[in-house]
C-alpha cells in the first residue's frame, strides 16, 4: 500500500507538471494574440489553424538549436541556473492545494516562501556565471527588485495568515464562502497584483530584461534551450502568482469552472498591463518597494494583529 501511494504521488505530480506546462505553452500563445491586438495587428496565424500549434513549434525550433556558451563563462553554473530555476518554478505548483489525495501541505504557504525566495539565487547565478557585464547589471537589478518587493510580499501574507489563522492554503477557501476577501480586502489585492508583476518580471517592472539599456538583461548569453527554460520558468510564475490570486482574494474553490476563468483573467491582466503600461524609472520602482508598499503592507499587518487580539479578548 505504501508503495502504491508513492507511486500515484509520482503520477499525479507528473500530470500536474505536464498540465502546467501545456498552460505555458497556450499563455504564451494567447499572450502574443494579445499583444498583436493592442498594437492593431494580429498575432502568429499562419501555423495550423489561427496558429494554435506555434508554441510548440517554438519549442522544436529552440530545443533543436545549436547550444552555445561563452568561452569565459562558469560553464556549470551557467549551464545548471535556467534548469534549477524551472524546477522551482514547477516545485511551487505542488502546494496548490488540491482536495484530492497528493500532498497534504499544513504549512504551504512557507513551502511558497521557501521556493520563490529562492529563485532569486537563480537570477543571481546565471547573471554572474555568464561572466559578462549587461548579464551581471541584469542579474543585479533582477535581484534588488524582487528581494525589495519580497518584503512587501511576505507582510502581506502574515497578515492574511492572521486573518485566517493558518499556515494552509485549504483555508481559503473555507473562509471565502459568503465573500471574497477582494471586497473586504481591496488595497490589499492592488498592492498584490502589483508585487506579483514585480516579483515576476513583467511590465512595467521588467527591469532585468530591459531591452533598451541592457539588451535583455541577465539572460543574454542564453540561446537554444537555456533561454527556453528561462522562459518557461517566467511563465510558470505568472501562471502560479495567477493562481495565488484568485485564491487568495476571489473564492478559491480550486474544483469550480469559474476558479479557473478567473485564473485565465488574472493572466490576462498581466498581458493587459504589458501591452498598456511603460517601464518605470529604476529609482521609482525602489521608491515605491520601500516608501509605499512597505509601509502601507505594515500598518495592515500591525490592524490585522490587534483585530486578532482584540477578538481573543472578546471570547
Known amino acids: 500500500m505504501f508503495y502504491l501511494d508513492?507511486?500515484?504521488?509520482?503520477?499525479?505530480?507528473?500530470l500536474l507538471i505536464i498540465?502546467?506546462?501545456?498552460?505555458?505553452?497556450?499563455?504564451?500563445l494567447l499572450e502574443r494574440k494579445v499583444l498583436g491586438y493592442i498594437q492593431i495587428r494580429k498575432g502568429p496565424n499562419k501555423v495550423g489553424f489561427l496558429g494554435v500549434?506555434?508554441?510548440?513549434?517554438?519549442?522544436?525550433?529552440?530545443?533543436?538549436?545549436?547550444?552555445?556558451?561563452?568561452?569565459?563563462?562558469?560553464?556549470?553554473?551557467?549551464?545548471?541556473?535556467?534548469?534549477?530555476?524551472?524546477?522551482?518554478?514547477?516545485?511551487v505548483w505542488m502546494c496548490m492545494p488540491f482536495f484530492v489525495n497528493l500532498y497534504s501541505?499544513?504549512?504551504?504557504?512557507?513551502?511558497?516562501?521557501?521556493?520563490?525566495s529562492l529563485g532569486v539565487y537563480t537570477?543571481?547565478?546565471?547573471?554572474?556565471?555568464?561572466?559578462?557585464?549587461?548579464?551581471?547589471?541584469?542579474?543585479?537589478?533582477?535581484?534588488?527588485?524582487?528581494?525589495s518587493y519580497e518584503v512587501s510580499m511576505i507582510l502581506i501574507m502574515m497578515s492574511m495568515i492572521f486573518l485566517i489563522g493558518g499556515f494552509n492554503m485549504f483555508n481559503f477557501y473555507v473562509y471565502q464562502n459568503f465573500i471574497w476577501f477582494l471586497f473586504i480586502l481591496f488595497p490589499l489585492s492592488i498592492i498584490w497584483f502589483s508585487i506579483s508583476l514585480a516579483e515576476t518580471n513583467r511590465t512595467p517592472f521588467d527591469f532585468a530584461e530591459g531591452e533598451s539599456e541592457l539588451v535583455s538583461g541577465f539572460n543574454i548569453e542564453y540561446s537554444s534551450g537555456g533561454f527556453a527554460l528561462i522562459f518557461l520558468a517566467e511563465y510558470a510564475s505568472i501562471l502560479f502568482m495567477s493562481m495565488l490570486f484568485s485564491l487568495l482574494f476571489l473564492g478559491g474553490?480550486?474544483?469550480?469552472?469559474?476558479?479557473?476563468?478567473?485564473?485565465?483573467?488574472?493572466?490576462?491582466m498581466f498581458i493587459w498591463i504589458r501591452g498598456t503600461l511603460p517601464r518605470f524609472r529604476y529609482d521609482k520602482l525602489m521608491y515605491l518597494s520601500w516608501k509605499c508598499f512597505l509601509p502601507f503592507s505594515l500598518n495592515y499587518l500591525t490592524f490585522f494583529i490587534g483585530f486578532k487580539i482584540m477578538m481573543f479578548m472578546m471570547i
Do not use: H
Open 6 to 14: 508513492i507511486f500515484m504521488y509520482i503520477v499525479m505530480s507528473l
Open 19 to 28: 498540465c502546467v506546462l501545456v498552460s505555458v505553452a497556450f499563455l504564451t
Open 53 to 91: 500549434p506555434q508554441p510548440f513549434c517554438d519549442a522544436i525550433k529552440l530545443f533543436t538549436k545549436e547550444q552555445i556558451y561563452p568561452m569565459v563563462s562558469n560553464y556549470i553554473s551557467y549551464y545548471y541556473s535556467p534548469i534549477f530555476s524551472l524546477f522551482l518554478s514547477l516545485l
Open 105 to 116: 501541505f499544513n504549512l504551504g504557504l512557507l513551502f511558497f516562501f521557501c521556493c520563490i
Open 123 to 147: 537570477v543571481m547565478i546565471a547573471g554572474w556565471s555568464s561572466n559578462s557585464n549587461y548579464a551581471l547589471l541584469g542579474a543585479l537589478r533582477a535581484v534588488a527588485q524582487t528581494i
Open 253 to 268: 474553490n480550486i474544483f469550480n469552472l469559474m476558479f479557473y476563468l478567473k485564473l485565465v483573467f488574472i493572466s490576462f
